[in-house]
């Protein structure tokens, strides 16, 4: 990656949130459209770790810098791995609020339950 290399993807709405938790919290009724959320869904939590990992070590290594103390580690490593990380996670948070944008469009079978209370907390 490198010093100062944009890495695409790295964006992602407060309705993609929305609609990203929304997915998690419904059951679709057709076997093929659930395996597909479940599949997204796992993914979206995996990315959710790995950037919650990665933010973690940046931080911690980040710390003694904050602090003024003279360091020898290399940060860039962990820069990489944390926008490796987001752009990871934005593409899942993407990817998984378009299979219940989809499905509030009517090209897939609509949600047999969908957590409307979920979806209401991140649009308030």
Known sequence: MGHGADQPGVAVSAASIANALATLCCRFGAPEEEATRRGRVRALLHSSRAFAEA????????????????????????TDALVQALSDWSMSVNSSAAVYRESSAGTRAKPARVADDAHLAMNS
Do not use: V
Request: proline share 8%; net charge negative.
């Open 55 to 78: 933010l973690d070590r940046f931080t911690r290594h980040a710390a003694p810098h904050a602090r003024g103390e003279h360091c020898t580690s290399d940060m860039q490593p962990d």
